[in-house]
């Protein structure tokens, strides 16, 4: 039973990162209908550049615990920075373009911010200073890190956040809007531009925290962190429903249950043929299942609601 809760655990902490991550994939969706391939990378710029923004904050004897706070902020103005840089450069001119042409770039700006933190901060694993208590919590049987719980505690406040911006905000309404039809949106007033480029910055600013949330969990950053972080989030967003706020939610929670469950129980249930390293294939089998038998999601898409 403390085993089943042990897994739980770590399964609702590795769902709450990739509802993070998946919130990004949904809102772009939403609004452009594109699948933003780069997201991954903008949480690892999030994840090294607080680690360089605390180390800089140490050195300048600025006191330990302000550091993750101030780490974060910087982590977030960067990658709102970097996400608006994006869509601008990179997206905006193929708005119009057969859909093809932006996935590719998508792909493009991933492989080039992946080699740009590899010139910035090379290709080494970088440690994480511990930041928060080390001393584990008992729940109910279960060990709980500090980190663990923080990470629960502020995925759930930013992902909450999120809702009320979108639907209790004049720029909720507008993104909302834009979601549904975006000329119509255009003749209402709506400044589309502005819309797009700031559901790129939200998105972006979700990546960072999330970034930082997985590095301070593992207590290691590296230019290819991102890569298989996004494509798991991207599974958590079809599984919930892309284009679904609440889908992405769920299906990043769902996942994360499912691999925690899967890489504990498969040893046992294969007699030691598969271990836990095995784990990455249940988020893929998950994806290719839901493909296959329900391309819409679990909620499905519902298009008055994205963005």
Known sequence: METLVQQIVNGLVLGAVYALVALGYTMVYGILGLINFAHGEV?????????????????????????????????????????????????????????????????????????????IWGRSYHAYPELLPTAPLEFLGARVSAAQAAIVVIAALTMGGLLWLVHRTRLGRAMRATAENPGVARLMGVDVDRVISLTFVIGSALGAVAGVLVSVNYSVAHYQMGFMLGLKAFTAAVLGGIGNLAGAMVGGLLLGLIEALGSGYIGDLTGGVFGSNYRDVFAFLVLVLVLIFRPSGLLGERVAERA
């Open 43 to 119: 949480v690892m710029v999030g994840a090294l550049v607080a680690l360089a923004a605390i180390k800089a904050l140490a050195a300048a004897g600025v006191p330990s615990a302000a550091l993750l706070p101030l780490g974060l902020a910087v982590s977030m103005a960067v990658c709102m920075g970097l996400g608006a840089a994006i869509e601008r450069i990179a997206y905006r001119p193929l708005r119009h373009a057969p859909r093809l042409a932006p996935l590719i770039t998508a792909i493009g700006v991933s492989i080039v911010l992946q080699y740009t933190a590899v010139l």
